[in-house]
């Protein structure tokens, strides 16, 4: 079997903490949820072609190390 890679901070306790989360939410929480993240002052959602998402994740990485 092959042994599960998490992102730097992740373990398996945290993705089975959040699959639990979306696993047992509601219809209306869900939705709750989703409205709530467009409505935050300090983040954004932009659409982009997605042959351009590599170029924006190495962007957004520079940024992060600089």
Known sequence: MKQARFPPGWDEERVRR???????Q?????????EAA???????????PVELLPAVRELLASRKRA
Request: net charge negative.
């Open 18 to 24: 959040i699959l639990e989360h979306y696993e047992n």
């Open 26 to 34: 509601t219809d209306e929480e869900a939705v709750a949820e989703d």
């Open 38 to 48: 467009y409505e935050t002052t300090t983040h954004t959602v932009v659409e982009i």
